[in-house]
């Protein structure tokens, strides 16, 4: 039950949108219009994108200039660059949460209200889509997916993080941002799994919410096989080192919780 200093917290909420963009000139567009509706700023940080992409992301700022903005990387940097660059931005605008989604349309924005539901009741929790695939899903990745879950349930010592590579989350900003200022962060796509077994770590905790996944046909995807797989496999091995010294309290932590999902 919230409540005091609780009700505050939530009732302070400030919210926008970050979007992680990198050469995705034919989806974004789908995806900005899809967010619309929920009346949300929207920052998209452009990772230094080619200029056919920069001139289609100024048409969208000129549009939609009410509620989106852009922030301009000048080389790309990778996803966890990306991100962490438009938490700080939101931060600097005064928001409190940012509601993360990728730029590609895998995602299914009709599950932005329940996550922020979500987050609004328990306001300190890192929100997390946990993703249900379609038979569009490249079996590779689907494999691989299940391998990462088992690391990162090894690292954290808990089952709270039933997907840490899902690119549709809430973050709280004060919290996740005081980790990269701690930490020198992985900045490609194994930043999304840093990223949420540091916050556990942290102690914040990790809430997870259903949502729908789909690899379009003709989608544009910048996950490399080998070299992602390469820099995913070394943060596993990083994280396990750093399991290592937090083993103790990790585990007292997950056998003493009375709520492992706070969801209910």
Not at 162 to 189: N, V
Not at 195 to 202: G, H, L, N, T, Y
Not at 206 to 216: D, F, G, I, K, M
Request: hydrophobic share 45%; net charge positive.
């Amino acid at each position: 039950m919230l409540g005091g200093r609780g009700e505050i917290f939530r009732s302070a909420m400030k919210t926008c949108i970050v979007i992680p963009f990198y050469n995705h000139a034919d989806a974004i567009g789908a995806v900005v219009c899809g967010l619309k509706a929920f009346d949300l700023p929207c920052i998209i940080v452009n990772d230094g994108s080619d200029p056919a992409c920069n001139t289609v992301l100024q048409q969208l700022a000129d549009a939609e200039a009410a509620w989106l903005s852009i922030v301009s990387r000048t080389e790309n940097g990778g996803k966890g660059a990306a991100v962490m660059s438009g938490c700080d931005a939101a931060a600097a605008r005064g928001f409190t949460h940012v509601l993360q989604i990728d730029a590609d349309g895998q995602h299914d924005v009709h599950d932005v209200p329940a996550l922020l539901a979500l987050s609004a009741r328990h306001p300190a929790a890192l929100v997390s889509g946990q993703a249900v695939y379609d038979a569009s899903v490249p079996a590779a990745r689907r494999y691989g997916r299940y391998l990462t879950h088992l690391w990162v349930w090894i690292n954290t010592c808990s089952l709270e993080i039933r997907d840490s590579m899902c690119g549709f989350r809430i973050y709280p900003l004060t919290a996740t941002r005081q980790i990269w200022k701690e930490h020198q962060m992985s900045r490609r796509m194994d930043f999304d799994i840093e990223i949420m077994v540091r916050s556990v770590w942290a102690g914040t905790r990790v809430l997870s919410y259903p949502t729908r996944v789909r690899y379009p046909q003709d989608g544009v995807s910048h996950f490399d096989v080998l070299h992602d797989n390469l820099r995913i496999s070394a943060i596993h091995a990083r994280l396990f080192v750093g399991m290592l010294r937090r083993f103790p309290l990790l585990l007292w932590r997950t056998l003493t919780r009375r709520d492992p999902t706070l969801a209910a």
